[in-house]
């Protein structure tokens, strides 16, 4: 979604009629409706992973997502379509399997159905050169991860990020999130060593709002002192976001592909908590930035007895935070959305030529 989004604001100047097609419920439309973007939503569901119980109802959901695709590309007749992933890359592409069509790879290691709709992409564009290798024969760009504007914004504004975020300036900031729906194990080893890491760090977290009123509480019950230096939100939007991640001297999260991208454009240091039940897009992530020096890798189970040492031990040696910075600093793309809107300006001027 937010790739999609980032490459969107390139197109936005001249770009042709955009229509969103995605999932029913969820926080999707909300943030999509929020770029004023017209949204429509169909029906779909994920295969891959299902148990046996699930699984006709979802192929169900996916058949009914077909036809729903073609009554809306019927409809709106596009002269590109862009994927970057998700349950309704399936119906939409099934549907418009005629229709020029662009292929995003967030994670290294595609999903089921982006390897799916590999069959009907024209071009495929990838983060990391890595992942060439699951696209035998096909097209393949290597363009970066693309980072909205509001978070690149802040590149390079530290002490007006934590001016915003009411933090100290002269005190390190450690950040802690698991993505746009939150990380329970995270929250909860945050929780069981909030002390201590409060009295030698400030803390921007943010919780997801499953956990939120937990987190609350648990921020209300800190003493006045370590209150101020914990800053706990259940999700930010947009600008708050990019000056989170400018504000951080470290951040701890999980491994989504956004790390490939956000992370090494603000040079952030990173100890990532791959998710242990997504297959292994999430570890193959972050095994990639771990091998270049940029991250260090804690596994799920050994949260609770593992994250305070590694965040303390980087938080004293300042060296290796700068060796890690350095190294997120030479992975990063700042380009990358405005290559992808490149190649989707590519594929409609070539619709409009054909005879």
Do not use: C
Not at 185 to 195: G, I, K, R, T
């Amino acid at each position: 979604m937010y790739p999609a989004l980032a490459v969107w604001q390139r197109l936005a100047p001249d770009a042709p009629q955009v229509l969103w097609v995605g999932g029913q419920g969820g926080m999707e439309e909300d943030l999509v409706r929020r770029a004023g973007l017209p949204f429509r939503a169909i029906p779909a569901a994920g295969v891959h992973g299902v148990g046996w119980r699930a699984l006709p109802g979802n192929l169900l959901r996916l058949a009914r997502g077909t036809f729903a695709a073609r009554r809306v590309l019927a409809e709106f007749r596009p002269q590109a379509m862009f994927f970057t992933g998700g349950y309704v890359a399936g119906p939409v592409g099934l549907a418009g399997w005629r229709i020029p069509t662009l292929l995003y790879v967030p994670d290294i290691e595609p999903g089921l159905a982006l390897k799916v709709l590999t069959r009907f992409a024209d071009l495929i564009a990838v983060t990391v050169e890595d992942s060439r290798r699951f696209f035998p024969g096909k097209r393949v760009v290597v363009t970066g991860y693309p980072v909205r504007q509001e978070i690149a914004a802040w590149v390079g504004r530290q002490a007006e990020a934590r001016q915003r975020l009411d933090l100290r300036a002269d005190e390190p900031v450690l950040l802690v999130f698991g993505g746009s729906k939150g990380a329970r194990s995270l929250n909860q080893a945050l929780a069981a060593h909030l002390e201590p890491l409060l009295e030698m760090t400030q803390v921007v977290h943010i919780s997801g709002r499953l956990d939120w009123p937990t987190v609350q509480a648990r921020q209300q019950a800190l003493p006045p002192e370590l209150q101020r230096r914990y800053r706990a939100f259940p999700f930010l939007y947009d600008a708050d976001m990019g000056a989170a991640l400018a504000a951080a001297d470290l951040v701890v999260s999980r491994a989504g592909a956004s790390v490939l991208g956000e992370f090494p454009l603000f040079g952030l240091p990173a100890v990532l908590v791959p998710y242990p039940h997504a297959w292994r897009y999430q570890q193959v992530n972050a095994q990639w930035l771990a091998d270049r020096g940029a991250a260090r890798i804690v596994a799920d189970a050994d949260l609770p007895t593992q994250l305070l040492p590694v965040v303390r031990d980087l938080l004293h040696d300042a060296p290796a935070r700068q060796a890690m910075r350095q190294a997120m600093l030479r992975l990063a793309r700042p380009d990358a959305a405005a290559r992808i809107a490149d190649l989707l300006r590519g594929l409609t001027r070539h619709e409009e030529s054909a005879p």
